[in-house]
């Protein structure tokens, strides 16, 4: 198998590697379609994206996360400089914990969205959407600090659904039930350190698992054995995507454009556009885009994004937002009929003053029907809290389902 | 008086003591720091060889007429040795040229010639103007709000108002090379080696480099008080008269000024200024410091990049700052003598730039971290004007040698006395007594000048004066108004509007921007 290797003189030539679980994932993929996540081969759907998303919400779904670009800060600034970097307070994230955070340029626009894992005291892992070795290096000047990048390094296994807790006990793992929501622990596994961490992308109980690649096809293959009771499946990115937009998760370059790549003034992002203002932290001294922040935080923002709930069962995908009597208010940025909720729902980004919970909206739907395209001007409501947001989320320890 | 007014001023160039002068005049209590035994920086007046004097920056021509005035410069001690001095184009065989205001003088300069260095000075001097009136005033920044748009509005007016045939040469070529320039109005190949150099002199470029024009209209753009554009004077006692009459006029004013006071950090509290801690430990508090050290020294080594915004830090560490140029200061038993020239024509200012292309042949070296074999230089000997600096009888050659790059790939350890040689025998084609006559030499490297004044690069002008470093750029967007991005830290040097050169305005600049906030 080809392996990442920045080192060989032609890596270039590979253009897309195939992931540590290539094989496993070549086996269950009865569509035999791949799509490319960043640098790796990646499936859509194994065989019906519906029933993969349906794993997630009712059992358990296995999902390859090696794409995501990883990154790991240490020395004896990485403190400050995570500081610096990210908009939230990293130092409330205490070794062995998590946090979820968004960084900014110094326009205060958002970069990029991610996990940051404390690992052991000053030593981060930075997961994210998008490359970010650039503007993490330009951060390290006039820090004593080593930024590597360890997406190849890495292997990853998101493992969501109720009855994901109970798999991993099945697996041997004692006392991951202990865990608590954004926390992690490491377990021996077959003489290889094995990270477990309660987070995941799609607001359900969930587990992130991370091994040495080499370890990869072995850890897929234990947790399928002992998942096989407790429906364990293979999930695609399609289902994936259904689970994060019941979550109210948004995704770089899809419901927001990361600042790196934007071109045009005005199609970037602060994080209070993405109504993600809780984790902007002023108190904390200087962090890239503050001064813009606390200008915006003075002057108003320009956008919001919010949560439609739309009449009707036609998915409302790139639809215009209006209000009521018709004057354009916005776009949706991610929609889906949502299983679980039993309704049209969508993200969507307003302008300014719009969005306010419980705003009467429009959003215009073209859909086809047996060729034929028809068009509907969709009641929708803003609302206030995510589609899908179960109690066993947060239940310490999960129940055995 | 409360911390609220107290002003410290991180170095006593001329720029901070100009600051300092202005500030104190408004009734705050300012201390300015010096890092050196004495102020003046740059433009201090050394001893650089038992009774022999000499200052860096040798030649006055920017500065501004409106501060000597204002701040009674001539009251505390400034007096000119020479005003408008001649240029004096050398030639290894005696043929030299005399460049003066109007005309140039000399064998082989055809009427041509004559016709077109008049209307070079012309348009030079009427480009520089608008250039200048930008000297006094904060930079437009790029916003919507009405000074911003109303000062940007008035600078194309000034543009505007040049006329239609001005206004479209002023645009054509203030991008543009010197060499293309030079090439279009002279056929003199001295005339026209000897003109760019005025471009090239301080800085990291050639005569081929873009905007080499630009450098050349800021050396004329001084407010001189309605005088001819770039006169050349000499202070007697050196540039270091200028600021230690800067330096009585800030103390008259009020203001303290201690010496041998390195600055090793700017304090900071809840995120804003708080006071300075100099190398002793000692800690000085104050609200607000303004810093005459350049923007790199200043944001990533005084007050470190982790207290700016990483787009912030990445621009300053950006600013382009890379010295090209070295200092000679050689102790003269007696007058060399200069082939072809009366010993009241060493009084001028003499010239080394024989053709353009000798000027880019020279700057090629620098490109790839070796300094000139065939160097041009500047050259004065202030004591034919100001006996002062030297002992009786005695007299003192101070030099611009470039070009001679900041990092010098075999090391100034090893070069410096190669180069050394290099300058004695460029020197020597010229004035061949010159070894004989010399009893003690001194070259700055770009790296001594580094060390010994703590400016980045050991660049004049605290960073390269071109450009894409000017005006709402200089020394990076959004910090082109002398305030930094943190609260109560302000820059007034040379990295800033409107650049080097003694000349003062960026220092009363940053203080009428303090006083404003």
Not at chain 2, 234 to 261: H, M, Q
Request: glycine share 10%.
């Amino acid at each position: 198998m080809i392996r990442p290797d920045s080192q060989r003189r032609d890596h270039f030539k590979d253009a897309v590697y195939p992931s540590p679980f290539h094989a496993r994932q070549n086996e269950h993929n009865q569509k035999r379609e791949w799509s490319r996540w960043s640098d790796y081969l990646s499936v859509p759907a194994y065989w019906c994206a519906d029933m993969e998303y349906f794993a997630g919400r009712n059992a358990c779904g296995v999902f390859d996360i090696t794409p995501m670009v990883k990154h790991r800060v240490s020395g004896p600034d990485a403190l400050p400089y995570m500081q610096r970097l990210a908009t939230r307070d990293v130092s409330k994230i205490k070794p062995g914990r998590v946090g979820y955070t968004v960084w900014c340029d110094d326009h205060g626009q958002v970069i990029d969205d991610g996990t940051i894992f404390h690992l052991e005291e000053g030593v981060y892992r930075i997961c994210s959407q998008e490359h970010q070795l650039d503007w993490f290096m330009t951060n390290t000047l006039g820090f004593d600090v080593t930024v590597r990048e360890e997406t190849h390094d890495v292997a990853g296994l998101a493992l969501q659904g109720p009855t994901s807790c109970a798999v991993l006990k099945d697996m041997g793992l004692a006392g991951v039930e202990k865990l608590t929501p954004f926390g992690m622990t490491w377990f021996d596994f077959e003489g290889r350190r094995l990270m477990v961490s309660r987070t995941g992308f799609t607001g359900d109980l969930g587990y992130e698992l991370w091994i040495d690649p080499g370890h990869a096809e072995l850890l897929w293959d234990r947790l399928f054995e002992a998942g096989q009771l407790r429906g364990i499946r293979a999930m695609g990115s399609a289902a994936l995507d259904m689970l994060r937009i019941e979550a109210g998760f948004i995704l770089a370059g899809q419901d927001f454009l990361p600042a790196m790549q934007a071109v045009r003034a005005g199609h970037t992002r602060s994080p209070f556009e993405l109504g993600l203002g809780w984790l902007v932290s002023f108190d904390k001294g200087v962090f890239n885009g503050r001064a813009a922040l606390l200008e915006e935080q003075a002057r108003g923002s320009r956008f919001r994004l919010v949560k439609l709930d739309i009449d009707g069962n036609k998915p409302a995908r790139d639809s215009f937002v209006f209000t009521r009597d018709k004057k354009y208010a916005g776009t949706v940025t991610s929609a889906m009929w949502s299983p679980s909720a039993k309704a049209s729902i969508a993200l969507a980004s307003l302008e300014m003053p719009h969005g306010e919970p419980g705003e009467e909206l429009l959003v215009e739907i073209y859909y086809r029907r047996e060729l034929k395209w028809n068009r509907v001007m969709a009641p929708a409501r803003v609302v206030k809290d995510v589609f899908w947001d179960p109690p066993r989320k947060r239940q310490t320890p999960p129940g055995d389902f | 008086m409360s911390q609220m007014d107290s002003v410290i001023v991180v170095g006593a160039g001329h720029n901070g003591l100009v600051c300092a002068a202005y500030l104190a005049r408004a009734g705050r209590k300012v201390t300015v720091l010096e890092a050196a035994g004495q102020v003046g920086g740059m433009a201090a007046t050394r001893e650089f060889a038992p009774g022999f004097k000499a200052s860096c920056a040798h030649l006055l021509y920017l500065l501004d007429q409106d501060i000597r005035k204002e701040l009674a410069l001539d009251a505390h001690g400034l007096s000119l040795a020479a005003n408008g001095m001649k240029t004096i184009a050398l030639d290894a065989g005696g043929e030299h040229l005399t460049i003066g205001p109007d005309r140039v003088t000399g064998p082989g300069v055809s009427e041509a010639d004559q016709a077109g260095y008049r209307e070079y000075r012309r348009f030079m001097a009427k480009f520089a103007a608008v250039i200048g009136k930008l000297h006094n005033q904060l930079p437009p920044r790029i916003t919507q709000e009405r000074g911003d748009l109303l000062a940007l509005g008035q600078l194309a007016l000034k543009i505007r108002l040049l006329g239609r045939d001005d206004m479209r040469e002023f645009l054509r070529i203030a991008g543009i090379n010197i060499y293309d320039v030079l090439q279009e109005n002279f056929d003199n190949p001295l005339l026209k080696g000897a003109l760019s150099l005025d471009a090239v002199l301080g800085t990291n470029s050639g005569p081929r480099s873009n905007n080499s024009v630009f450098t050349a209209l800021h050396r004329l753009s001084g407010n001189n008080g309605g005088g001819k554009a770039g006169v050349l004077a000499l202070p007697a006692g050196g540039l270091g008269t200028v600021t230690e009459a800067l330096a009585a006029a800030a103390r008259k004013a009020g203001a303290e000024i201690r010496t041998g006071c390195p600055v090793e950090r700017i304090l900071l509290d809840g995120g804003r200024v708080a006071g300075v801690r100099l190398a002793g430990g000692e800690e000085l508090r104050a609200a607000t410091v303004v810093s005459n050290a350049d923007p790199r020294t200043t944001i990533l080594d005084l007050l470190g990049a982790r207290h700016v915004e990483a787009g912030f830090a990445k621009r300053i560490s950006n600013f382009r700052s890379r010295g090209n140029a070295a200092k000679l200061h050689l102790a003269l038993d007696a007058l060399p003598d200069f082939r072809g020239l009366s010993a009241a024509q060493l009084g001028e200012r003499l010239v080394i730039a024989p053709t353009l292309e000798y000027v880019e042949r020279a700057f090629n070296h620098s490109k790839y971290g070796e300094y000139s074999t065939m160097p041009v230089a500047e050259i004065v000997i202030p004591t034919v004007r100001d006996p002062s600096l030297a002992p009786s009888g005695k007299h003192v050659l101070s030099a611009v040698v470039q070009f001679a790059p900041r990092t010098l790939k075999s090391g100034w350890n090893e070069g410096k006395g190669a180069f050394t040689g290099v300058i004695f025998d460029l020197l020597a084609a010229y004035a061949p007594d010159i070894r004989e006559k010399t009893l003690a030499t001194e070259l700055l490297t770009p790296e001594d000048l580094e060390r010994e004044f703590r400016v980045t690069g050991g660049h004049w002008h605290h960073g390269e004066l071109a450009l894409d470093q000017f005006l709402m750029m200089r020394p990076a967007p959004k910090s082109a108004q002398y305030r930094m991005p943190v609260d109560g830290l302000w820059l007034c040097g040379a990295g800033t509007h409107p650049g080097g050169g003694v000349m003062g305005c960026a220092g009363r600049n940053a203080a009428r921007a303090v006083l404003g906030a």
